[in-house]
């Protein structure tokens, strides 16, 4: 359960929940290891917040930044890519190359976003996924954005996002806020990537796809709980009205 400063709750699926839980309560022990990993492997970012799901813009400024800071000219384009997701190396390496180099260094792609409508908090923290107050966010859709699971951003496009990020309001959705630090741009603009994201497919012929999926009983009862949901959002949007 997170407490958000709009007065509203957040409730992530019991799983979820009860594994934030545990490592709460062994915060020095997760950091040690943390540390002595990245000793031994040298291949972690540890930035200067809780990682948790409500600090994930958090996470992903610091990102942004390191990459810039220390990884200009070793590559023209990054893929930011969650840890629950995988790339397909041959279809990504196939795709990168069909392009100029110039086009990999202004690219800004992933599942593209449109339109999409804001969801303001409700009194079931299990629905409040992606909520978002009035003071936050006013308007009743989001500008384009791409969703956070993936992203193809480029060299150079790198370098304003950073600068713009820094200019942006903080929004805890993090895809969304990229979206409006991107908007602060007027000449970027998101590009949708046809079988990008891939789920429940041939995700052979994906770029990116979500795991693999360990099926159970337990993941079956989230699953359908969490499509229910979604089901029944945009009525409960519609009925509560939106700005």
Not at 96 to 125: C, F, K, N, W, Y
């Amino acid at each position: 359960m997170f407490h958000m400063n709009g007065g509203f709750d957040i409730r992530l699926p019991e799983k979820a929940g009860a594994k934030a839980v545990e490592w709460a309560r062994r915060a020095t022990e997760a950091r040690e290891r943390a540390l002595a990993e990245a000793d031994e492997f040298g291949d972690m970012i540890i930035g200067d917040y809780v990682d948790t799901y409500v600090n994930l813009t958090y996470k992903l400024i610091a990102s942004h930044r390191w990459a810039s800071a220390f990884c200009q000219g070793k590559s023209d384009v990054f893929l930011f890519i969650d840890d629950d997701h995988e790339f397909n190396a041959k279809n990504v390496l196939n795709y990168l190359g069909r392009l100029t180099r110039s086009d990999r260094r202004q690219l800004l792609s992933g599942p593209l976003m449109i339109r999409s409508s804001v969801i303001h908090p409700l009194e079931d923290a299990s629905r409040n996924k992606w909520a978002v107050t009035r003071y936050e966010v006013p308007w009743s859709q989001y500008p384009p954005y791409v969703k956070g699971a993936a992203t193809f951003v480029g060299a150079d496009i790198l370098t304003e996002l950073v600068v713009a990020e820094a200019y942006t309001r903080f929004l805890w959705v993090d895809d969304v806020f990229m979206g409006f630090a991107a908007a602060k741009l007027p000449h970027l603009h998101f590009q949708s990537m046809k079988g990008f994201y891939l789920e429940s497919t041939n995700n052979q012929k994906a770029l990116v796809a979500h795991s693999p999926i360990v099926f159970s009983l337990d993941w079956l009862v989230d699953n359908l709980v969490e499509y229910t949901r979604q089901a029944l959002q945009p009525w409960v949007m519609v009925e509560r009205g939106s700005v």
